[in-house]
């Protein structure tokens, strides 16, 4: 009798406590594998050294790599609690694309109807951008920005051969930005829609297991 192998485990990693009480209590449905959040801390260094760490784990040596948590938006007539589907991360040493983003499109906008899905390139950075620095990143092509996706994707790629994506809800843009991270421990959008994205990830880590023809 033969067995069929293990499904493949989905790494979610996030940076911030806030982020991952966000995805903890949120509405987790039904995974189509062993799923792993990690916190990674804040900015890339320490988003580099925790996934790495996290992927030498046998346990996870094939899991499909997502990065989520809050952005800045860029482009104008963004809102806090939209949604960037990155279609591909960059930092100063490399670009990843990204795997499936037409289904996360799809599956976000089911999993949180009326809120508004952008995609676009997920620009890096190591440290919090404001002023003038969000039209400079806006002129390179970029839709949004965070610190540690990038650094997240390709520190998951070089480990090895794996689907990766990032999927960031908006929490400051260009008319409404942020003063202090802390803001966000306010009742602001960002966190209520981080809460319900789970169901949109299992959907993409599910799709990703179909045997392919």
Do not use: Y
Not at 46 to 62: F, G, M, Q
Not at 151 to 164: I, Y
């Amino acid at each position: 009798m033969s067995t069929q192998p293990a499904p493949a485990p989905l790494l979610i990693a996030c940076a911030l406590g806030i982020e991952r009480l966000a995805l903890r209590r949120g509405d987790r449905g039904e995974a189509g594998g062993p799923v792993t959040v990690l916190r990674t801390g804040m900015g890339p260094e320490a988003a580099e050294r925790s996934v790495t760490r996290a992927l030498a784990d046998p346990a996870l040596t094939d899991a499909a790599v997502l990065a989520t948590g809050f952005c800045a938006g860029l482009a104008p007539g963004m809102h806090p609690g939209d949604l960037v589907v990155a279609e591909e991360t960059r930092a100063a040493d490399g670009t990843v694309p990204c795997v499936g983003t037409d289904l996360l499109v799809k599956e976000l906008v089911r999993a949180v109807p009326g809120r508004t899905v952008h995609t676009g390139p997920l620009t890096g950075s190591d440290h919090v951008v404001r002023g003038h620095e969000r039209s400079d990143l806006l002129a390179t092509g970029a839709i949004a920005v965070d610190m540690e996706s990038a650094a997240t994707l390709l520190s998951a790629v070089r480990t090895g051969e794996r689907p990766v994506a990032a999927v960031r809800v908006v929490v400051d843009a260009p008319e409404h930005e942020l003063v202090r991270i802390g803001t966000v421990r306010g009742g602001i959008s960002a966190f209520r829609v981080l809460r319900s994205v789970l169901p949109a990830f299992f959907e993409w880590h599910r799709n990703l297991l179909l045997p392919r023809r």
